[in-house]
């Protein structure tokens, strides 16, 4: 499932797919890329029939905790994320592919971050925002939570997150069932 983004909360457009689509988007003509893969996934080579852009590669995996054999995003990732984000505000981006192994955690958590940076008091927003264009995403809630104690939120991104995930595990159980055995059941309510 891929997703352009549309949304008065950023002056750029935001789409937001897995690896199983970025074929399918070498022709949209990107200003710029973000990939988010784990640490030892090779690159992909569909970016060698992309137009030329501006891409930036960050390696952590999908997990919400520190666990042997896994990179957690740590602070650093979601400060790269925001400056990135003051940079596409100054550089006027036009298009801003993101994606990550399946497009529904990382690079999700990643838009939220995006959307929400320059938007005080409009979490709730953020996440209707999310919800329209991509009901079928779970955000990191490490990425968030972290994103929530940098842009001094006081917990608001947690709480829409977790309202969040409430909707999604009830419009998508199988989406819920998929997060609860991949060792993140504590994000997932009961519904």
Not at 51 to 64: E, G, I, N, S, Y
Not at 122 to 132: H, I, K, M, N, P
Request: with cysteine; net charge negative; aromatic share 4%.
């Amino acid at each position: 499932m891929t997703t352009d983004i549309s949304t008065p909360l950023l002056p750029y457009r935001i789409t937001i797919c897995g690896l199983n689509e970025l074929a399918g988007h070498a022709q949209s003509g990107f200003s710029h890329v973000v990939s988010i893969l784990d640490p030892e996934r090779a690159d992909p080579e569909d970016f060698t029939v992309y137009a030329p852009h501006r891409r930036v590669l960050w390696r952590f995996d999908d997990t919400v905790e520190q666990r042997a054999g896994f990179t957690p995003p740590a602070e650093r990732d979601v400060r790269k994320i925001l400056a990135l984000g003051e940079e596409l505000l100054a550089e006027k981006a036009d298009q801003l592919l993101i994606h990550c192994h399946a497009g529904v955690s990382r690079s999700t958590a990643t838009a939220v971050i995006l959307m929400a940076q320059n938007n005080p008091g409009r979490e709730a927003d953020v996440f209707g925002e999310l919800a329209r264009v991509r009901p079928r995403s779970w955000p990191n809630s490490l990425m968030v939570g972290i994103a929530d104690t940098i842009l001094g939120r006081q917990g608001a991104l947690v709480r829409e997150l977790r309202d969040h995930h409430a909707k999604v595990a009830k419009a998508h159980p199988d989406l819920a069932e998929m997060i609860r055995l991949h060792g993140r059941a504590h994000e997932v309510p009961e519904v």
